[in-house]
């Protein structure tokens, strides 16, 4: 009898095994269709959810001009290439002007900014899935416009002359400093970022939420030179290594 039940118990334990194999197969079926951003191997779209990798592969972009604009055209961002400018540390080869209208729907203001085509996608999904969801939440309406403080700048960090190259020196970056709301009201970084009121509460939703798209965020809360604005990167090293978020 004794063998009977050891036999038993390893049929039993097999079957409980294929059980939780199949049970952790049907589920990453599931994530792979439903929330792809949740997993690190799964090709990225724009028009999926944001999950836990979605930054990551959104920063893999930078060498891979060709598959962050396919991206685009697959989910149907108008937009415009530019030549490549500046040479060295100073290259931006990946820059486009993304218009304003229908799927994207929000105006980046001055509108002639080109940021590199990651920061470009990394823009349209948090306009998505965090600007405008977080507008209706906070205050009751949508975001019409995106007033920036430009993307392209040939400069190092803080524009000293013994400091790593800024992000902004390739295009890789834009600086964000107001947004307007469909009504007219202006929430600016500068007058609303502190307090407990609702374009607060708004302006830090979007901080929060830009950390999962983009390899550096930063904000009035790093330091005073970030008083006026966030600071959104596609850092290369986003894809595999540290991401700032602060």
């Not at 990453?28 to 999950?51: E, I």
């Not at 209706?136 to 403080?149: M, P, T």
Request: aromatic share 6%; glycine share 10%; with cysteine.
């Amino acid at each position: 009898m004794t063998r009977v039940y050891r036999s038993l118990h390893r049929i039993l334990r097999a079957v409980l095994w294929l059980a939780v194999l199949g049970l952790v197969a049907v589920t990453l079926l599931w994530v792979a269709r439903h929330r792809p951003g949740d997993l690190p191997r799964t090709a990225l779209d724009l028009g999926q959810p944001v999950g836990m990798f979605t930054g990551r592969k959104l920063a893999g972009l930078t060498t891979d001009r060709d598959s962050c604009l396919a991206l685009l055209d697959r989910a149907g961002i108008a937009y415009e290439t530019l030549a490549p400018k500046g040479e060295g540390q100073c290259r931006a080869p990946d820059q486009v002007r993304l218009d304003a209208g229908p799927p994207l729907g929000v105006a980046l203001d001055p509108g002639d900014v080109a940021p590199s085509c990651p920061v470009a996608a990394a823009l349209a999904m948090w306009n998505w899935n965090v600007v405008q969801p977080a507008a209706l939440e906070h205050l009751g309406s949508r975001v019409a416009s995106i007033e920036h403080l430009g993307s392209y700048a040939c400069r190092r960090i803080y524009g000293r002359s013994e400091a790593a190259w800024s992000e902004h020196a390739s295009a890789d970056a834009i600086d964000v400093a107001v947004f307007v709301l469909v009504d007219g009201r202006r929430v600016s970084v500068v007058g609303d970022w502190a307090g407990e009121g609702d374009e607060a509460a708004f302006l830090h939703a979007v901080r929060d939420g830009a950390c999962d798209l983009f390899a550096t965020v930063l904000s009035p809360d790093y330091n005073a030179a970030h008083r006026d604005h966030l600071h959104l990167d596609q850092a290369e090293r986003g894809a595999i290594g540290w991401r700032g978020c602060r």
